[in-house]
Each structure stands twice: as structure tokens, then as C-alpha cells.
């Protein structure tokens, strides 16, 4: 999601409106707290045991109570949600790409490192949830691309021949290497996501649909 239909630097904004919102009303000061919130943050991340997912919301909370001693506000997550709903901003064509390939009949499922109700709430907010047949979330498989069960069980749960699949995403080592290695194939997306195993390389997602048909 993040990367590809969300574009990440509004997630940033959204996690800074937020530490912004704290700041003014606990009287401390943003820049360092934002800091310092997202330090705890990535290490909460950095934590993890190799694939192994560790939850957001669990990070979230870690990084903020690390502000208050420990004792963060009782409503902090719904400070956090609204901050970042309203920064939330789709990558540039991802709306419209979605309900083009949706449109054209093939099967739709998201593969993504995120928590499932984060994931469920961002393509909510940006309208495209109903164009998806499945979404795969690493809260729900307990793993992080490119950990083939990801991959898996999106293929799965479209009945999908990994020959007749395409995987379009932002990093090359967690999306496009570990598509591939099940056969799938793959459209790197950015310049982050290129690489030998990328079967196609753009930078437009209106690409997309022609890449489809074509390959179709």
C-alpha cells in the first residue's frame, strides 16, 4: 500500500500533525519529540526477528508513551488516526489506475507489510477498498515481504496461476526478488524497486492497464 496507492511522505505528515497536536497541548516541543518519537519507532521495527512482523499499533504506542514517562493520553491513538486520515494522500494515477484495472474484469489483491485495520482504513480513505478482491496484511500472515507466505496466500485466495500474475511494487528486494522467486511477475514501480528480477520498469502507474492487456 504505502509506496504504491499511498504516497508515503503523507503518512510523515500525518505522524508529525500528530506529535504537533500533542505538542501544544502539553506544552513541549515538536521537532524533538518528533524526533524522539520516531527513533523509538524504528528501533521497535528494527527489533523484529527476520520476517517476523511486529505490529504498528504496538510501535505506535511504544513512541508515544516514551513522551509522557510512559503514561501517554487516553485518547492518543484516536489523535494518531485522525492525523494521519486527514494527511493521507494517494501516489499520483493510483486511484484511477485501480478502478481501470478493476474495470477490466482481472482479479485485484494487496500484498503489503501493515497492520489490517491500518490497511483497511487507508484504502477506505481513499476509496479504492471495493476494487479489491483480497488484501494480504503481514498482521495477518505474522510475516514481512518477501517471505513467500505473503505472496502466497494472495495467490491463493485469487485462485491465481503465479504465471498469469503480476506483482507492481516500490522496493526491489521485499516486492519485486520476492514475487519472483514464486514466478510471479513483476512491474517495478520507482527507481528503488529495479533490478535483474523486474520484468517491467516504470514510473507512471497509468501504465499499468496496457501492460495488462498487453501480457494478457
Same mark, same amino acid.
Given at each position: ?80 488516526? @485522525? ?8 501516489? $499520483?494515477? *493510483?486511484?484511477?489506475? %485501480?478502478?481501470? +484495472? #478493476? ?82 511477475? @513483476? ?8 533490478? $535483474?528480477? *523486474?520484468?517491467?520498469? %516504470?514510473?507512471? +502507474? #497509468? ?10
Amino acid at each position: 500500500i504505502g509506496g504504491v496507492i499511498v504516497e508515503l511522505a503523507s503518512i510523515r505528515a500525518g505522524y508529525a500533525a500528530f506529535i504537533e497536536e500533542l505538542a501544544r497541548e502539553h506544552r513541549f516541543d515538536a521537532d524533538d519529540a518528533l524526533e524522539r518519537w520516531k527513533t523509538v519507532l524504528g528501533e521497535h521495527f528494527r527489533g523484529r526477528e527476520g520476517n517476523r512482523y511486529r505490529l504498528a499499533r504496538d510501535g505506535y504506542a511504544k513512541a508515544t508513551a516514551t513522551l509522557f514517562d510512559g503514561e501517554p493520553p487516553a485518547n492518543w491513538d484516536e489523535k494518531l488516526q @485522525t492525523a494521519t486520515t486527514n494527511a493521507l494522500r494517494s501516489k $499520483p494515477n *493510483a486511484p484511477e489506475t %485501480i478502478e481501470a +484495472l #478493476s474495470s477490466t474484469g482481472v482479479g485485484l489483491a494487496i500484498v503489503s507489510d501493515i497492520d489490517t485495520p491500518e490497511a483497511r482504513l487507508m484504502l477506505e480513505t481513499l476509496g479504492v477498498r471495493r476494487h479489491f478482491d483480497h488484501v494480504t496484511t503481514s498482521e495477518a500472515i505474522g510475516y514481512t515481504k518477501p517471505d513467500e507466505r505473503m505472496f502466497r496466500d494472495a495467490l491463493e485466495a485469487l485462485d491465481a496461476d503465479p504465471a498469469r500474475t503480476l506483482m507492481i511494487g516500490d522496493r526491489y528486494d521485499h516486492d519485486i526478488a520476492g514475487a519472483a522467486a514464486l514466478g510471479i511477475e @513483476t512491474i517495478a514501480y520507482g527507481p528503488d524497486a529495479r533490478g $535483474p528480477e *523486474a520484468d517491467h520498469e %516504470i514510473d507512471d +502507474l #497509468s501504465e499499468i492497464p496496457e501492460i495488462v492487456e498487453r501480457e494478457e
